[in-house]
């Protein structure tokens, strides 16, 4: 029976997704090609956060040289779009695992302090070479070409496009996940003491970890860039990178059905939950929605509150649903996972 | 000649930034092993605080100076204990998300409640710079320097010698041996975030003048610290501030000799030199090669 579950999830989520174009108008549809997109980038990351335990503050970035890598190509190198998408994602995957080498040298969380350090250098290296990315004032791109008689409603064709390349992404990541080397990425997440024991190289398995999940994110990135036909260097800031870690959390590190929850998360706290969010709280306390800043204190604040009420993020409330309540359940001792005290 | 010893004194300045960040950074770690990402917001937040206090920038106040420091070192400390405190039996993992979650209310709370625009912070030195054979040496420059490495000392002579500060070292180095022994290490970590959080306000409030005060003027800066503190050794508060030194140092002369290297370029430069460092020499200048037992 469990053997079947996954097929069987994942023939519910195809035709959710087939479905959905005649259910929503246009405009919904657009948004809902963007959720495939961050589910994409939220795969690749929860490869590297959930499964291997390594935090990324800097996954944006490599969502914009997937996306740069497309304008790039299309705009100069007159490339098909479509072509530029695996692109995206390999240009992004190698410089992930360039970066990786190194810094995954470090234990524990100096890898995501290190992180920090590309979304910020990402942008001083796209103004310092402005010839080739565009400056300051980015790039537009062309329209995205429809296909196969779409070509009246380009707002379906991007979602058809995002959501075509999320369905071929998560089986691939569900194989990712597991066999010999998805156990060795949860074994270096539990403990890279008893990892190294066993014969896991734990730097070579992070750096796997960190390219794979990088080049999830540059596919991501090249749909972007096609879905909003402009980069620039404002794209891509610190907030889109930590805005995918708390999709991560709210959706459920370890779990790769939670990232869908994530994504829808990532695409409409920006524009629509959010601000609803802030027009609840502020008819009591006259707080101004359209303030700067406000929309941070939002995802810091949900952030929290999921740290503290479900740690296990979406999935694990679904989980908990269909199991026995959390109460019932023995606690995990969490002295096992941790590496300081062994 | 003279633009040398001009970029090296720049340097030194900068250095002594990055290196007093980077020490609050060492410290949290020794004290908790948990990385605080919101380090560097908290000094942006506190130096909100300090400019407030100071009527909006017009002229600096030692008192609102201390005043900062005080508040700094309370906020800290009530943030381990009402925000991390209930944490501490998850993982590490859940521990870093929410120090990252603080980074992120801070940020918006600051551009919230004060604007996102630029504000001008006074510096308490005078301007006028000496002249010592052509090299311009600003006061500005000398007195952060003084005023970070007065800050390192106190910090030092309390670590140790005072009962407090043995207590703090062997909860860092040994939580559960020293819990036995009868150290309240619960408060020892609110206490380390409290010193983290005053540290962090000096660093924002001596670096404010020179960068104009912004809610995101910290992240550049915590990044530049943390090259820092990994050229220092991560582990070794002498490390910290040396390696701050060297680094602030090093940037200034790249963007003085090296013209590809523009302003730009400062912050791909400094995590190039962090990543150079963890490949050739991964326990940095001052760390010791950590040998774990399996």
Same mark, same amino acid.
């Given at each position: 029976?469990?053997?079947?579950?996954?097929?069987?999830?994942?023939?519910?989520?195809?035709?959710?997704?087939?479905?959905?174009?005649?259910?929503?108008?246009?405009?919904?549809?657009?948004?809902?090609?963007?959720?495939?997109?961050?589910?994409?980038?939220?795969?690749?990351?929860?490869?590297?956060?959930?499964?291997?335990?390594?935090?990324?503050?800097?996954?944006?970035?490599?969502?914009?040289?997937?996306?740069?890598?497309?304008? %790039?190509?299309?705009?100069?190198?007159?490339?098909?779009?479509?072509?530029?998408?695996?692109?995206?994602?390999?240009?992004?995957?190698? %410089?992930?695992?360039?970066?990786?080498?190194?810094?995954?040298?470090?234990?524990?969380?100096?890898?995501?302090?290190?992180?920090?350090?590309?979304?910020?250098?990402?942008?001083? %290296?796209?103004?310092?070479?402005?010839?080739?990315?565009?400056?300051?004032?980015?790039?537009?791109?062309?329209?995205?070409?429809?296909?196969?008689?779409?070509?009246?409603?380009?707002?379906?064709?991007?979602?058809?496009?995002?959501?075509?390349?999320?369905?071929?992404?998560?089986?691939?990541?569900?194989?990712?996940?597991?066999?010999?080397?998805?156990?060795?990425?949860?074994?270096?997440?539990?403990?890279?003491?008893?990892?190294?024991?066993?014969?896991?190289?734990?730097?070579?398995?992070?750096?796997?970890?960190?390219?794979?999940?990088?080049?999830?994110?540059?596919?991501?990135?090249?749909?972007?860039?096609?879905?909003?036909?402009?980069?620039?260097?404002?794209?891509?800031?610190?907030?889109?990178? %930590?805005?995918?870690?708390?999709?991560?959390?709210?959706?459920?590190?370890?779990?790769?059905?939670?990232?869908?929850?994530?994504?829808?998360?990532?695409?409409?706290?920006?524009?629509?939950?959010?601000?609803?969010?802030?027009?609840?709280?502020?008819?009591?306390?006259?707080?101004?929605?359209?303030?700067?800043?406000?929309?941070?204190?939002?995802?810091?604040?949900?952030?929290?509150?999921?740290?503290?009420?479900?740690?296990?993020?979406?999935?694990?409330?679904?989980?908990?649903?269909?199991?026995?309540?959390?109460?019932?359940?023995?606690?995990?001792?969490?002295?096992?996972?941790?590496?300081?005290?062994? | 000649?003279?633009?040398?010893?001009?970029?090296?004194?720049?340097?030194? +300045?900068?250095?002594?930034?990055?290196?007093?960040?980077?020490?609050?950074?060492?410290?949290?770690?020794?004290?908790?092993?948990?990385?605080?990402?919101?380090?560097?917001?908290?000094?942006?937040?506190?130096?909100?605080?300090?400019?407030?206090?100071?009527?909006?920038?017009?002229?600096?106040?030692?008192?609102?100076?201390?005043?900062?420091?005080?508040?700094?070192?309370?906020?800290?400390?009530?943030?381990?204990?009402?925000?991390?405190?209930?944490?501490?039996?998850?993982?590490?993992?859940?521990?870093?998300?929410?120090?990252?979650?603080?980074?992120?209310?801070?940020?918006?709370?600051?551009?919230?409640?004060? +604007?996102?625009?630029?504000?001008?912070?006074?510096?308490?030195?005078?301007?006028? =710079?000496?002249?010592?054979?052509?090299?311009?040496?600003?006061?500005?420059?000398?007195?952060?320097?003084?005023?970070?490495?007065?800050?390192?000392?106190?910090?030092?002579?309390?670590?140790?010698?005072?009962?407090?500060?043995?207590?703090?070292?062997?909860?860092?180095?040994?939580? $559960?041996?020293?819990?036995?022994?009868?150290?309240?290490?619960?408060?020892?970590?609110?206490?380390?975030?409290?010193?983290?959080?005053?540290?962090?306000?000096?660093?924002?409030?001596?670096?404010? =003048?020179?960068?104009?005060?912004?809610? $995101?003027?910290?992240?550049?800066?915590?990044?530049?610290?943390?090259?820092?503190?990994?050229?220092?050794?991560?582990? +070794?508060?002498?490390?910290?501030?040396?390696?701050?030194?060297?680094?602030?140092?090093?940037?200034?002369?790249?963007?003085?000799?090296?013209? =590809?290297?523009?302003?730009?370029?400062?912050?791909?430069?400094?995590?190039?030199?962090?990543?150079?460092?963890?490949?050739?020499?991964?326990?940095?200048?001052?760390?010791?090669?950590?040998?774990?037992?399996?």
């Amino acid at each position: 029976m469990r053997r079947l579950r996954n097929p069987v999830a994942f023939g519910v989520l195809v035709l959710a997704v087939v479905l959905a174009p005649f259910l929503f108008s246009n405009y919904r549809t657009y948004q809902l090609g963007f959720v495939g997109l961050y589910l994409v980038a939220l795969l690749g990351l929860d490869i590297l956060t959930g499964f291997t335990g390594q935090i990324s503050l800097g996954h944006g970035a490599f969502m914009g040289i997937g996306a740069y890598t497309t304008t %790039i190509l299309v705009v100069d190198h007159g490339v098909r779009d479509l072509w530029t998408i695996p692109l995206g994602g390999v240009v992004a995957g190698v %410089i992930g695992l360039a970066f990786g080498i190194p810094a995954t040298r470090f234990a524990g969380p100096y890898l995501a302090l290190a992180t920090f350090a590309i979304p910020l250098a990402f942008i001083g %290296i796209l103004k310092r070479f402005p010839h080739f990315t565009g400056g300051t004032n980015g790039k537009n791109l062309p329209q995205l070409h429809p296909e196969l008689g779409w070509h009246t409603n380009p707002s379906i064709w991007f979602y058809v496009v995002c959501w075509f390349v999320a369905l071929v992404m998560l089986p691939l990541a569900f194989f990712i996940v597991r066999g010999r080397f998805g156990r060795a990425l949860r074994s270096v997440r539990d403990s890279e003491i008893a990892a190294t024991a066993n014969g896991v190289s734990t730097a070579g398995v992070k750096t796997a970890a960190f390219g794979i999940s990088a080049f999830y994110c540059g596919v991501a990135g090249s749909l972007y860039a096609i879905g909003t036909t402009y980069v620039n260097p404002d794209t891509f800031p610190i907030d889109l990178s %930590i805005l995918l870690l708390v999709g991560i959390v709210l959706g459920g590190a370890g779990s790769l059905y939670g990232m869908l929850f994530g994504a829808l998360f990532v695409e409409f706290i920006r524009l629509t939950w959010g601000p609803a969010l802030l027009n609840l709280f502020s008819k009591a306390h006259h707080i101004d929605t359209h303030a700067p800043g406000s929309g941070l204190v939002v995802y810091g604040v949900v952030l929290l509150l999921v740290l503290y009420l479900a740690p296990a993020g979406a999935a694990g409330l679904v989980r908990g649903l269909s199991g026995r309540p959390a109460f019932l359940r023995r606690k995990e001792d969490p002295s096992l996972s941790d590496p300081g005290l062994v | 000649m003279q633009t040398f010893f001009q970029t090296l004194t720049t340097g030194l +300045s900068d250095g002594s930034i990055y290196g007093s960040l980077a020490l609050a950074l060492v410290l949290i770690y020794k004290a908790t092993e948990v990385i605080n990402f919101a380090q560097g917001e908290m000094a942006m937040f506190t130096t909100y605080i300090a400019w407030a206090l100071m009527g909006h920038g017009s002229t600096f106040e030692w008192w609102a100076f201390f005043a900062t420091l005080g508040i700094a070192f309370v906020g800290g400390a009530a943030l381990q204990q009402t925000v991390i405190r209930p944490l501490e039996r998850a993982s590490v993992l859940t521990a870093v998300m929410a120090t990252i979650a603080l980074l992120v209310i801070l940020n918006g709370l600051a551009a919230w409640i004060w +604007s996102p625009q630029l504000q001008f912070f006074p510096s308490p030195f005078p301007t006028k =710079p000496w002249v010592i054979g052509g090299v311009h040496i600003s006061k500005q420059d000398v007195g952060t320097f003084g005023v970070v490495m007065a800050c390192v000392i106190v910090l030092w002579l309390f670590f140790r010698f005072t009962k407090l500060g043995l207590a703090m070292r062997a909860g860092a180095l040994n939580p $559960n041996a020293a819990r036995l022994l009868g150290v309240r290490t619960s408060w020892l970590l609110a206490l380390g975030w409290g010193f983290a959080a005053a540290l962090g306000a000096v660093s924002g409030m001596m670096v404010a =003048p020179t960068v104009f005060l912004t809610p $995101n003027m910290m992240q550049a800066v915590l990044i530049y610290s943390f090259a820092a503190a990994v050229l220092g050794g991560l582990e +070794s508060p002498v490390g910290a501030i040396v390696g701050g030194l060297s680094l602030g140092v090093l940037l200034n002369m790249l963007g003085e000799y090296v013209h =590809p290297v523009t302003t730009e370029l400062r912050l791909p430069v400094a995590l190039a030199i962090l990543l150079v460092v963890l490949l050739i020499k991964p326990a940095g200048l001052f760390g010791r090669v950590v040998v774990r037992r399996v």
